[in-house]
């Protein structure tokens, strides 16, 4: 006869629990204490540096249901690496507490990224008898700023930007509540007693409603620089063709398009032709930018997004963006900087630096510690491909794989991001800009500190790109010149999807880009990497043409055509775009370089062969932002196996040779008769995604590897990504691709990561 089982006479046991993961600041322990008393439980819960920490006294059964439950259920924002458990002895305790937080120095604790504001603290700043109604910094443990607001771990309002701030009776008591929504939820704040804001010119504009003023502006056609959670941002009305023209004009910025921030989802749907996955990330938790494709009858200015058949779109993340925008409102939303500069995140430095580009700031009062730009995603194949990672997903870490020494990983120069990593967990810093300039080494070594301090991580060994000119390797060589491993460019971009994906089995790693620099101190961009973790090599590579120039063939596609042109011995036609669009004294110092080599590097850059192209189908013959060309020719049509070009693979001894010879002269041929750049574009994807097939099944043949990665800024193209994989899956390919960090230099870091395990 089975005995039933009495709680009343179960022996006590005591056990410690310690929960890691994203487990701080996301109302944790809250959960935990309801959790723990509903079960009658005694003894503590805490967060120290390693996570949660929680203590557990009564019956073994019943602490056996209390980590059940709390794993299949935790807070929404939370997110359980591990529960490990430990047996202790009882201590007669009768209650259950939530104990202060303990510091340790040794351990790892995950820092929530910063969070979108919740369905609940929504309502209630909608409601008008609530008393944070209309109040911009409502937040509660389910929502708000972490990572930019926190300097030091545990996250704990002293340690966080707040701190400033003294909780009024009625927000301490929310905040001291175990039952409330706002138990310990350290941006916690109300119009009593939190941050605020106002409008600032020369003076501080003295106005009653600061919404309805700043929306005034907007409607008369202003530019106003936004305070946010990452940094500003500079707004204007985004159907207003004056107002996006001024803003242009200020930013020195020609061409490059601005993202827009849309009030709704309905709003969003009469700009924009959206697919069910791309909706779901607008709505998603991280809220980022989308890039979408712009619908026919969009009502937007065509300054927007020149030349580009997507327009980022994001929806609003903070409660001030909630207020601001109204149904139908669209506002360009772009970070507010110079050009190359990280963008703007102190009052003090939006008073000195954009008062010369917004009209009218509005600001508050609580600080930002780190900047942190928004996100940009796109949609391929169906998954998310990430063009920027920054808000919303950093400072969360990719897991590795293969466990790391502590390791820094500084990147490389263009769209900066670096890694730091220990173990199995990589955390990827938010986006820091382009490396050109001092003041983003400045925001670059900040955002270092800021990492080291929160995950308490010194690195033991630190990786940075070959290129000897990049501002990121230099930093490295300067700091840490003692413990300094130099990896390849191309080499990192293939295992940085190999990291992400876990893999580390041998691939065949298309590893196509703009520029890198390469073993033999030429420019790469168009390599076959072939390898494991331990031994990647370069098994292929793009034929190779001329850099005319150096830099200038970058700036200006033209130059980098007639190089292509002359590479393939073809003439440069009076008819051909590059050809009219040069003076005839350019042309004959150009003919001079290419005939010498003087002033010029060879490249076997694929990026540059993109360019190439598209201004000989007349696309763009000048940049003013990397990846113009390639992002014109991509905007004009889909990859078209109708009439494609074809590349010529040499194979010798030592690598394979993907020729552009034949496509260059198809591409001259297409142009003279006229044949349309739609047309053109369709025919070259088509082309570079069969070569791409082509080569894998060459290199099957001898190497037997079966699985194939793709990586390196060319990929961001997404008719190019889905046509490859298409054409390689079908042939019996496993393709890796990016989903986690950006296929283009913003994922360099991981890659460098994933190489310091090399045997
Ligand atoms: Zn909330
Ligand atoms: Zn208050
Ligand atoms: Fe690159």
């Given at each position: 006869?089975?005995?039933?089982?009495?709680?009343?006479?179960?022996?006590?046991?005591?056990?410690?629990?310690?929960?890691?993961?994203?487990?701080?600041?996301?109302?944790?322990?809250?959960?935990?204490?309801?959790?723990?008393?509903?079960?009658?439980?005694?003894?503590?819960?805490?967060?120290?540096?390693?996570?949660?920490?929680?203590?557990?006294?009564?019956?073994?059964?019943?602490?056996?249901?209390?980590?059940?439950?709390?794993?299949?259920?935790?807070?929404?924002?939370?997110?359980?690496?591990?529960?490990?458990?430990?047996?202790?002895?009882?201590q007669g305790e009768t209650k259950f507490v939530i104990v202060e937080s303990r510091s340790d120095s040794s351990a790892t604790t995950l820092v929530s990224p910063d969070l979108e504001v919740c369905d609940d603290c929504l309502a209630e700043m909608n409601d008008p008898d609530d008393r944070r109604y209309r109040y911009p910094f409502i937040n509660c443990t389910n929502c708000g700023p972490?990572?930019?607001?926190?300097?030091?771990?545990?996250?704990?309002?002293?340690?966080?930007?707040?701190?400033?701030?003294?909780?009024?009776?009625?927000?301490?008591?929310?905040?001291?509540?175990?039952?409330?929504?706002?138990?310990?939820a350290q941006p916690n704040a109300c119009p009593d007693c939190g941050p605020r804001i106002w409008l600032e010119r020369d003076a501080v504009v003295p106005v009653d409603d600061v919404v309805a003023a700043t929306r005034d502006l907007i409607a008369n056609g202003e530019v106003v620089a936004i305070k946010g959670i990452g940094g500003f941002h500079l707004a204007c009305d985004a159907r207003n063709a004056e107002a996006v023209a001024i803003m242009r004009a200020r930013k020195h910025r020609t061409a490059k398009p601005f993202a827009v921030m849309a009030a709704d989802m309905a709003t969003v749907e009469t700009i924009a032709n959206l697919a069910s996955a791309e909706r779901d990330l607008l709505k998603s938790p991280q809220r980022p930018i989308v890039l979408v494709e712009e619908s026919t009858g969009?009502?937007?200015?065509?300054?927007?997004?020149?030349?580009?058949?997507?327009?980022?779109?994001?929806?609003?993340?903070?409660?001030?963006?909630?207020?601001?925008?109204?149904?139908?409102?669209?506002?360009?939303?772009?970070?507010?900087?110079?050009?190359?500069?990280?963008?703007?995140?102190s009052n003090r430095e939006a008073r000195a630096k954009l008062s010369e580009l917004a009209d009218t700031l509005l600001l508050h009062d609580r600080s930002i510690h780190v900047h942190c730009d928004d996100s940009v995603v796109r949609i391929a194949a169906g998954e998310e491909l990430p063009i920027r990672r920054s808000r919303g997903f950093a400072p969360f870490p990719v897991r590795l794989a293969r466990s790391v020494p502590p390791t820094l990983a500084v990147g490389g120069e263009l769209k900066a991001t670096f890694c730091l990593a220990d173990g199995t967990n990589a955390f990827m810093s938010q986006h820091i800009g382009d490396m050109e300039n001092l003041e983003t080494l400045d925001a670059f070594t900040a955002a270092v500190a800021h990492m080291v301090e929160l995950f308490r991580i010194e690195p033991e060994t630190v990786v940075a790109d070959l290129h000897p000119r990049y501002l990121s390797t230099r930093w490295a060589q300067e700091h840490y010149s003692d413990r300094l491993i130099l990896v390849?460019?191309?080499?990192?971009?293939?295992?940085?999807?190999?990291?992400?994906?876990?893999?580390?089995?041998?691939?065949?790693?298309?590893?196509?880009?703009?520029?890198?620099?390469?073993?033999?101190?030429?420019?790469?961009?168009?390599?076959?990497?072939?390898?494991?973790?331990?031994?990647?090599?370069?098994?292929?590579?793009?034929?190779?043409?001329?850099?005319?120039?150096?830099?200038?063939a970058v700036k200006r596609p033209y130059r980098m055509a007639?190089?292509?042109?002359?590479?393939?011995?073809?003439?440069?036609?009076?008819?051909?775009?590059?050809?009219?669009?040069?003076?005839?004294?350019?042309?004959?110092?150009?003919?001079?370089?290419?005939?010498?080599?003087?002033?010029?590097?060879?490249?076997t850059s694929m990026g540059r062969l993109f360019d190439a192209v598209a201004s000989i189908a007349g696309v763009c013959q000048e940049i003013s932002y990397e990846g113009q060309a390639a992002?014109?020719?991509?905007?004009?049509?889909?990859?078209d196996a109708e009439g494609r070009y074809r590349f010529d693979l040499i194979s010798d001894d030592e690598a394979l040779i993907i020729d552009p010879g034949a496509v260059v002269a198809a591409v001259a041929g297409d142009v003279a008769a006229g044949v349309p750049a739609s047309v053109i574009s369709g025919r070259f994807h088509a082309a570079v995604a069969a070569v791409i097939v082509a080569a894998a099944e060459h290199l099957r043949r001898r190497y037997h590897i079966g699985t194939?990665?793709?990586?390196?800024?060319?990929?961001?193209?997404?008719?190019?990504?889905?046509?490859?994989?298409?054409?390689?899956?079908?042939?019996?390919?496993?393709?890796?691709?990016?989903?986690?960090?950006?296929?283009?230099?913003?994922?360099?870091?991981?890659?460098?990561?994933?190489?310091?395990?090399?045997?």
């Amino acid at each position: 006869m089975a005995s039933q089982v009495n709680d009343e006479t179960a022996p006590v046991t005591r056990q410690r629990l310690r929960v890691t993961g994203v487990v701080q600041g996301v109302g944790f322990r809250p959960t935990v204490y309801q959790l723990a008393t509903s079960l009658d439980l005694a003894g503590c819960v805490g967060n120290d540096s390693a996570g949660v920490f929680i203590e557990l006294e009564g019956p073994a059964a019943a602490i056996d249901e209390f980590v059940l439950r709390l794993q299949a259920d935790p807070p929404p924002l939370a997110h359980i690496d591990s529960v490990t458990r430990r047996v202790m002895s009882p201590q007669g305790e009768t209650k259950f507490v939530i104990v202060e937080s303990r510091s340790d120095s040794s351990a790892t604790t995950l820092v929530s990224p910063d969070l979108e504001v919740c369905d609940d603290c929504l309502a209630e700043m909608n409601d008008p008898d609530d008393r944070r109604y209309r109040y911009p910094f409502i937040n509660c443990t389910n929502c708000g700023p972490r990572f930019t607001i926190t300097k030091s771990t545990p996250y704990d309002r002293p340690f966080t930007t707040m701190a400033s701030f003294v909780m009024c009776e009625l927000c301490q008591s929310e905040y001291d509540d175990p039952a409330d929504r706002r138990f310990h939820a350290q941006p916690n704040a109300c119009p009593d007693c939190g941050p605020r804001i106002w409008l600032e010119r020369d003076a501080v504009v003295p106005v009653d409603d600061v919404v309805a003023a700043t929306r005034d502006l907007i409607a008369n056609g202003e530019v106003v620089a936004i305070k946010g959670i990452g940094g500003f941002h500079l707004a204007c009305d985004a159907r207003n063709a004056e107002a996006v023209a001024i803003m242009r004009a200020r930013k020195h910025r020609t061409a490059k398009p601005f993202a827009v921030m849309a009030a709704d989802m309905a709003t969003v749907e009469t700009i924009a032709n959206l697919a069910s996955a791309e909706r779901d990330l607008l709505k998603s938790p991280q809220r980022p930018i989308v890039l979408v494709e712009e619908s026919t009858g969009s009502d937007l200015v065509a300054g927007i997004a020149p030349g580009n058949s997507r327009i980022g779109v994001m929806l609003p993340y903070t409660p001030l963006h909630h207020l601001l925008l109204e149904p139908g409102d669209v506002w360009v939303m772009t970070s507010a900087n110079y050009a190359s500069e990280p963008i703007v995140k102190s009052n003090r430095e939006a008073r000195a630096k954009l008062s010369e580009l917004a009209d009218t700031l509005l600001l508050h009062d609580r600080s930002i510690h780190v900047h942190c730009d928004d996100s940009v995603v796109r949609i391929a194949a169906g998954e998310e491909l990430p063009i920027r990672r920054s808000r919303g997903f950093a400072p969360f870490p990719v897991r590795l794989a293969r466990s790391v020494p502590p390791t820094l990983a500084v990147g490389g120069e263009l769209k900066a991001t670096f890694c730091l990593a220990d173990g199995t967990n990589a955390f990827m810093s938010q986006h820091i800009g382009d490396m050109e300039n001092l003041e983003t080494l400045d925001a670059f070594t900040a955002a270092v500190a800021h990492m080291v301090e929160l995950f308490r991580i010194e690195p033991e060994t630190v990786v940075a790109d070959l290129h000897p000119r990049y501002l990121s390797t230099r930093w490295a060589q300067e700091h840490y010149s003692d413990r300094l491993i130099l990896v390849q460019h191309h080499h990192a971009h293939i295992a940085s999807v190999m990291a992400e994906h876990g893999h580390t089995d041998p691939v065949i790693g298309f590893s196509f880009d703009g520029t890198g620099y390469g073993d033999d101190g030429t420019i790469w961009g168009g390599e076959v990497i072939v390898g494991d973790l331990d031994d990647l090599h370069r098994a292929g590579r793009l034929g190779t043409a001329l850099l005319v120039g150096g830099d200038a063939a970058v700036k200006r596609p033209y130059r980098m055509a007639l190089s292509h042109l002359w590479a393939a011995g073809i003439g440069w036609d009076e008819r051909l775009p590059p050809v009219t669009h040069s003076s005839e004294e350019e042309r004959r110092i150009i003919r001079q370089q290419l005939e010498t080599g003087l002033n010029s590097v060879e490249t076997t850059s694929m990026g540059r062969l993109f360019d190439a192209v598209a201004s000989i189908a007349g696309v763009c013959q000048e940049i003013s932002y990397e990846g113009q060309a390639a992002i014109e020719l991509e905007a004009l049509g889909t990859a078209d196996a109708e009439g494609r070009y074809r590349f010529d693979l040499i194979s010798d001894d030592e690598a394979l040779i993907i020729d552009p010879g034949a496509v260059v002269a198809a591409v001259a041929g297409d142009v003279a008769a006229g044949v349309p750049a739609s047309v053109i574009s369709g025919r070259f994807h088509a082309a570079v995604a069969a070569v791409i097939v082509a080569a894998a099944e060459h290199l099957r043949r001898r190497y037997h590897i079966g699985t194939v990665a793709l990586s390196g800024g060319v990929f961001q193209n997404v008719t190019l990504l889905e046509s490859a994989k298409k054409g390689l899956e079908e042939v019996g390919f496993a393709v890796l691709t990016h989903r986690l960090v950006p296929p283009n230099d913003g994922g360099l870091a991981l890659g460098q990561i994933a190489l310091v395990g090399r045997r």
